[in-house]
């Protein structure tokens, strides 16, 4: 069997890994198609230690994005109610459905946060009421948004 070799990636490389990756490959691979062709370097200690820095890096950054969403979270909680305007016809029903744009622009306005409409779950809304809306803001928090639907 073959020995393998270590190397950091210095782009992505399709089916192997990202860039700055430490990836184990064939040594022929390495040296006929990787190194060559400016794809990955050889690890020396000074590499190492550079790929373990973009490591603490990175792991700093998704943690400053995972406390980003913590205070959007607590800012939606503050607010309690989100109330959306709705033209109503006969028996209370509204013209339409409240859609997660709707949401995301109530969002907007009163908490002055951004927030993706695809992130955002609704129940089917047909009537005027109170409902409750999932909001993901990071794969780890999840928020509960409550909506008050009213005639306009």
């Known amino acids: 069997m073959a020995k393998r070799v270590q190397v950091v990636l210095t782009e992505d490389v399709r089916k192997l890994g990202y860039n700055g990756d430490l990836v184990d490959v064939a040594p022929g ?12 370097v050889r690890t020396t200690p000074g590499v190492l230690k550079q790929v373990e820095r973009r490591r603490e890096a990175q792991k700093q950054r998704l943690l400053e994005i995972k406390q980003e ?19 109503v016809g006969e028996n209370e029903a509204i013209f339409g459905t409240v859609t997660s744009g709707d949401v995301a622009d109530v969002i907007k ?11 955002i779950s609704l129940p089917d809304i047909n009537k005027l ?24």
Not at 109 to 119: G, P
């Open 29 to 40: 691979y390495a040296r006929n198609y990787l190194i060559p062709n400016g794809k990955a």
């Open 69 to 87: 969403a913590e205070a959007t979270k607590t800012a939606l909680a503050t607010i309690g109610m989100f109330t959306i305007q709705k033209p």
């Open 109 to 119: 306005s009163l908490a002055d946060k951004e927030v993706d409409r695809r992130d």
């Open 129 to 152: 009421g109170e409902y409750q809306a999932e909001v993901k803001l990071h794969p780890e928090v999840t928020a509960v948004v409550n909506l008050r639907v009213v005639a306009e």
